[in-house]
């Protein structure tokens, strides 16, 4: 990630908007939930004013004992903040936020920076940009990878879309909540190339889980099979930094009964997300979309709230047991 | 691979067999087809005699020409050598020359080593063991991963099986015509090992070029997706060092409209292994089995002789053109 | 189907609405493209007055050769007529003739009994339906199946979701155009039906080509094997009525080159329905998933313009050839 | 089937063999498991003196109390018999019990009829055949469809594939014990005919699973959607004669609790067949294939002894349960 960074960190800062980035005026921030309210706390450590709104109060109340400004709806937030970062579960929520009665849209000023942190489908960011264009705003998706615990170092990895003029203003706050941001291109490909990671990361899992499993019942010792891929054609994040096996590395969650990490609920989301942009674009993922019906069947037989390497337990049993 | 083989280095050999090892006795091998012909000859520059048989005459003759000894049929070959390697394209071919009426077990001696480097069935690696110790002999599987250009070079894996003690005994021979000589644990294994690679393998490399074909059609530049791959969890060896993408990499055969490399109907017979195993032990491989259909069906319809990385293209056709 | 339609013309009319449905009042159709256009003339032949609007005049300028009344847009439709049938292309369209600027919704007037036979995600039918409800309308969907042949010969089969109350006047007017209606359920259900259906018609084509395939190549003639398969638990309408083999039958797109009948595309388009919809509800289609990638390559592969059952020539290509 | 059999019924009979079949000579059976048992039952009931064998003593007893002779092993039977029925679980059943050490092919005499009702891969029931033709023998492959009631009822169909001349021979002792003897083809189209029906009803019973499940979640009534599909081109066996959804169909196992009919252990069995039949012919079964592994997967997660319509119970789980 370092060499994709540090081209921007040589790059000289040209921003194209009138947003002053020197001093630390107020930032919005909508959505407080396990990832948006460690994500909020660490604007705050960076000295950022917050304004903030969530659905749940109690999600409100803490940030606002940390010092917070909280508002009743995200077109008030929009009213008094002039850079805004949402963080949401799902499209549905992105359209009410920024779509709604009481949405961003309704209120925002000409100029401001809105930024998405939420993971949606590519085409619900493009939609969001055109809209957020006419009310003379800039809209970028900026979907992040690493989890809660992540989220609490602020080491995120932020994959970002949009107008690359906006992206110096935008890796300015990010860099808050993150260790790297990345541009990826035109709006939505911040959640394109999310999409793309999970996906082959789905396919490499699925794929280490059943290799591991074939060759120990070919007779294989686990620790020397995965020693062998590694250093060979088959190596994969999955064989070789996160094996799905017990036994075989340390430190990873199957070391410890699939515990942590990445759940299977939300690899079967990026999945189903996935599988949307593949229809739309009319383009063929067979492994792909065989991943998502495997995730999918897991969250309906026990391992929703494990990690998704629990797919090699999933494969694993034996027959006649 | 140095790891594992330094193990191997640091163990003081033990040979249990009364073969001798420090004097250069003549070698058996039999099969000198693309990669047996090279691998042979290899043998013969390091100052192994050579006794030699193959169906084809003409392969015969350029190794006689080297200085290898031709006999007319494998039970010839094992009649005057107690050390032999067969290099056979497929399992009925390693029945037939073990087996046959003019097998190597109709005259094989007391002691002698086999090592068979094709790439069958470990099920029938396991019963040529079988038959072989009924006669006295010890068979190990040796495949290889490498191609044609790693054999000239002498630059082949091996991934052996067999007795642990007679390792050191493969590893001799072995080490003239590869860089690693890797011991999987007992007979079938070595086959076992070689079939788990190439199935994630091909699992991995088909799930790059879904991948690649999806950011591409989401409006992501293919460099920077593959930078991003690899800087995150969807990061295998099929992404970072074996690109399918043209224009991604250099020196890769997707550089080079997919000529050399690893042929599609290679990775279609492997993958048809892996799947006879995974039946065999009632092992789910739903990946593993839809990359098997997927290279069966790229057989047919032009892409034999490519390289297996043409799934990209194989994938990428856009419709309405 | 004449059971579940004999249910309903036991029972006795009970409309709730107040449109008049002894007299003909005008009918609006918006949609005169190759399914729409046959079933506005199948209206007018039975002597229903016509109001009509398309985005291409030149289908409009036929149909109102023929006598129907051509406005400019939806909502103008709306003004005029109380009973409107819209046959649009996919889930954009629907949006924008209902909820557009120009939309139906714009100027419905209340009771006003809206029918879509376009055949879309079963969520955005009961959007539209919720919408409608607001403005006093009536909304259901009507999928059709069956193609160009029965909706000339008014012989389509629709499939019907909406208030159960309504379903006798929809029936009505549906009658017109098509040999059946069958009521499914609440707003969504028609095209769940529908969409059921055709995954499962997907299913069972694909399954019929591998298993014809497989079965001459084991050796088998074709038709004893369809015979055979059509005796047993392998039947299915792909083997009995719509064999893929040519040879096998007459009559059908396989023995006419794959000409006519329900094109590839068509499947494509409603297996990525199918997807859709089993993605949001979190069910598991595994071989409906993959028969969507199958058909999905088959578009980009030049059997876009050819019937469903050219999986079978897709699938058969030798090797080697 | 009707019309197949009648061709045969008005062939004259040319028997080519030496073979009495006016007066009933003893006929061999060997293998008495829970098929074989009430097969050799029936040729007892229909006057045939029987000459049987089997590895489990108490299986003979009861045959032997109903009037068989019993033999210490097939060699035995064979000197006896000169029509030989065997019926057995696998491949390596089959193997030994015609070329083993006390194998039938140790004691056959010349123009004995041998009749194998094993399902079995058809590259041995080839490799059977022309063992037995050096010895002067006749070699056919006749399994069933149908399962224990229809063995008992001699219910059962026998698909048969061998030289036609013989066809009569074996049709004769085979309606003994069934109710429809098809002629396949040549030695090896009798498997190849049950693996591919078997292949076509595992996908359609899957498809049906699936598609039954997703119209369920949609909104629709099970038997409403049955009833619909049974209709129209979703039409399979699987969706109107053994509906896999409780309370859909009476007297089918899904109506209780998937007990009795079609174990998933034998479909994931005859699937195994399916795929290795395909591999070695390089024909491409994609959703053959992803059925296999289905029904794989289902052995190892409590389903191995339910009928094969529990798909529709191990895909129906919902999330959150």
Redesign the interface.
Known sequence: ?R??LLGYRNTSLHSTSSRSMASKTPVGFIGLGNMGSPMAKNLLKHGYPVIATDVFPESCKELQDLGAQILDCPAEVADKADRIITMLPSSPNVIEVYNGPNGILKKVKKGTLLIDSSTID?SVSKEMAVAAEKMGAVFMDAPV?GGVGAANLAKL?F?VGGVEEEFTAAKELLGSMGA?V?Y???V??GQ??K???????A??M???A??????I?????PK??A???N?????????D??NPVPGVMEGVPSANNYQGGFGT?LM?KDL?L??????N??????????????Y??M???GY?GKDFSSVFQF?R?????
């Open positions: 990630l060499c994709v590519p990878s990895t994959m790297n990345v990826c291109g035109p939505g490909t394109a190339a999409i793309c990671n999970n996906m082959l990361l396919i490499g699925i794929g280490t059943e290799t591991m499993n074939l060759g019942r070919l007779g294989l010792d020397l099979l020693k062998i891929l250093m060979s054609s088959g190596r994969c994040w999955s064989s930094t996160y609920t079967a189903g996935a599988q949307d942009s593949a229809t674009t009319k383009t063929p993922v067979l492994l792909g979309s065989l991943a998502h019906q495997i999918r069947m969250c309906a037989r929703a494969l049993e034996e027959e006649g047991q």
